[in-house]
């Protein structure tokens, strides 16, 4: 069973979403499989650049991907009524745990860098080989992109592979998706291209 950390724990909104089905099985795991999308690029990110704000984004996003495991688990045994339903939604749950599972080997990549560690420099070279890298920015209210379509911040020079807004998270948004203050942009491309990206927002 998945531990639910403490500072994201929101039993009664979990329990509003599910009897309210504002939220189903198919919602939960595509959440889960964007979010893992997400952790992935952010961590290589975040061991190439020893960057130790993308280490605390990669925990923010895991500790999500935790609470969609939980609410697909809940979803499932509300759906369960009959032995039959029983064994056709152990793929659902088996699906959702492995995802899980990549969240948690993610953090485990980074764990070098959460406890201080320096990476070694073998590690460090092969990963300056990849061409892209990954960072976020989060949209300030006095932001001068505020506004803007994520194709004219971008100018086709970075990806903006996720956008969280309300607390949702999107994978590969729109081009023409307007920015908003509050927003946070995951961004992807070449490191100079991605660093001049976060400098004008």
């Known amino acids: 069973m998945v531990k639910i ?5 929101k039993s009664e909104k979990i ?7 504002e939220k189903n099985v198919v919602d939960l795991i595509v959440e889960m499989k964007d ?19 993308l280490v ?6 895991e500790e999500e991907i935790d609470i969609r495991q939980y609410e697909v688990e ?3 045994m509300l759906a369960t ?22 969240s948690n080997a993610i953090k485990e990549l980074i764990d070098s860098l959460s406890r201080g560690i320096p990476i070694h420099p073998t590690i460090l ?41 309300d607390d949702k ?12 203050a509050g927003d946070v942009l995951i961004i992807s491309g070449r490191k100079n291209d991605v660093s001049s990206i976060i400098k004008k927002s």
């Open 125 to 165: 070279k092969g990963l300056k080989d990849s061409i892209e890298v990954a960072d976020f920015v989060e949209i300030k209210k006095r932001s001068k992109v505020i506004g803007k379509t994520i194709e004219e911040l971008t100018e086709g020079h970075v990806s903006v592979i996720g956008l969280k807004r």
């Open 169 to 180: 998270w999107r994978y590969l948004p729109k081009k023409d998706d307007a920015i908003s």
């Open 35 to 53: 979010m893992v999308n997400l952790a992935i690029a952010l961590g290589f990110s975040a061991l190439l650049m020893q960057d130790q704000k």
């Open 81 to 102: 009524k009959t032995p039959k339903d029983a064994l056709e939604l152990t793929s659902v749950l088996r699906l959702s745990s492995a995802m899980e599972d990549i």
């Open 5 to 9: 950390p403490k500072s994201e724990y």
């Open 56 to 61: 605390e984004k990669i925990h923010e996003l």
């Open 74 to 76: 809940a979803e499932c």
């Open 15 to 21: 329990l509003e979403d599910l009897l309210g089905k």
